[in-house]
């Protein structure tokens, strides 16, 4: 059974950083994408990032360029986002997740094949 565990959340001042983390258990495959997702309160959640197990290539939507960067552990299977520069923008509740495959899109990216999903870690910015 796959599992998604997300961890690293938590309350920050505005300005400062974060690193959220995603380990995956009962995964099987070696060539996978995990993409990291953000709901903000009262809004939809939406895919902020992306990254191929294969080569690391990361994939980002154009609001994140710059201050996020995601990264794989291959051996721990496990996925990580960096935040610096936090802004009270980026409170909100975070999930990594399995998926078939990310894209080159004008937004950042495309991605489609959501499979598993994490339970989600709480990030709160204050100004």
């Known amino acids: 059974q796959v599992q998604l565990v997300e961890s690293g959340g ?3 001042q505005s ?11 009962g995964f099987t495959l070696d060539n ?11 809004k939809v959640r939406k895919g902020i990032a992306c990254i191929r197990s294969s080569d690391g290539r ?18 721990r ?11 009270p923008d980026d409170t909100g509740v975070y999930y990594c997740a399995t ?3 990310c894209l080159p899109a004008p ?7 959501e499979d598993h999903w994490g ?4 990030v709160t910015v204050s100004s």
């Open 119 to 122: 339970q989600g870690t709480q």
């Open 77 to 87: 299977k496990a996925a990580y986002l960096q935040i610096d520069n936090v802004t």
């Open 58 to 75: 990361p994939y980002y939507v154009e609001e994140v360029k710059g201050r996020f960067a995601i990264s794989m552990d291959n051996a």
């Open 10 to 12: 938590g309350l920050v």
């Open 32 to 42: 996978f994408y995990i993409g990291w997702f953000r709901q903000a309160p009262g």
């Open 99 to 101: 998926l078939a495959e």
């Open 15 to 25: 300005g400062g950083s974060l690193r959220l983390a995603c380990v995956a258990s």
């Open 107 to 113: 937004s950042g990216y495309y991605y489609h094949g």
